[in-house]
């Protein structure tokens, strides 16, 4: 089934930086990749998604990149901000359609 | 406000009972989940629901029970065979099912046995 392992477990970085997490999948038939924020003691909230016939989709501070080759895919938060702080969760859908999560990434903006 | 509504938010449970974790939501969504979290860990599914009177194990079933007779609703409960229940249990929802449509959350449920 499939697999998803995302880099680093634990990121920091100064107010104004730009942040990258990096997430794999197994799943080559995998099509769907979200990305959710958590909060401390909340639900995790949809920040972002890319569908495998794109390569890249942007939001404002918030890009996602998808390299269905490598089968890897990353989030990158520019220009980072204190309220950026939390714990960030990638998800691919497997092959029987279950969206399996990623281990998580907490981020830590100093400012 | 559109949106899906766990409760109660914090939960204590004796060792030996059942408990009932409540999920509703009106945002007309077909399907519905339970995820697990335990801290600084993952989301791992429950089970999962497609349709009205149908439902699906997830990936740690166990010691678990859910019910599906409304569209809006799908509680779950922890039965006293889940050895280690102590968790945040996330519902969640999506509007065509499990093919890669957003999957959208509750604000979670925190169940501690004492």
């Known amino acids: 089934g499939e697999n998803v392992e995302q880099h680093p477990s634990t990121l920091s970085v100064q107010e104004g930086d730009s942040a990258v997490i990096k997430c794999t999948y197994s799943?080559?038939?995998?099509?769907?990749f979200p990305w959710y924020k958590q909060e401390l003691g909340k639900g995790p909230q949809l920040i972002i998604d890319i569908r495998s016939n794109v390569g890249e989709k942007k939001d404002q501070r918030i890009a996602v990149t998808l390299n269905k080759t490598a089968k890897h895919f990353s989030l990158h938060i520019t220009e980072t901000q204190p309220e950026d702080s939390a714990v960030y969760f990638c998800a691919a859908v497997d092959s029987s359609y279950k969206l399996i999560f990623g281990s998580g990434t907490r981020l830590l903006v100093r400012p | 406000d559109g949106g899906i509504t766990q409760s109660p938010k914090y939960l204590f449970r004796k060792e030996g009972q059942n408990v009932t974790l409540s999920c509703e939501q009106n945002l007309n969504h077909d399907a519905m989940y339970w995820y697990r979290q335990d801290p600084g860990q993952g989301l791992r599914l429950i089970y999962y629901?497609?349709?009205?009177?149908?439902?699906q194990k997830g990936d740690i079933a166990e010691g678990y029970s859910v019910s599906r007779e409304k569209k809006e609703s799908f509680p779950l409960t922890v039965t006293s065979a889940q050895k280690n229940p102590t968790a945040f249990y996330l519902c969640?929802?999506?509007?065509?099912?499990?093919?890669?449509?957003?999957?959208?959350f509750g604000e979670g449920s925190w169940l501690t046995v004492v």
């Open positions: 799943d080559s038939a995998s099509n769907y």
């Open positions: 969640a929802s999506s509007n065509q099912g499990l093919t890669g449509n957003t999957i959208y």
């Open positions: 629901s497609q349709i009205v009177n149908d439902f």
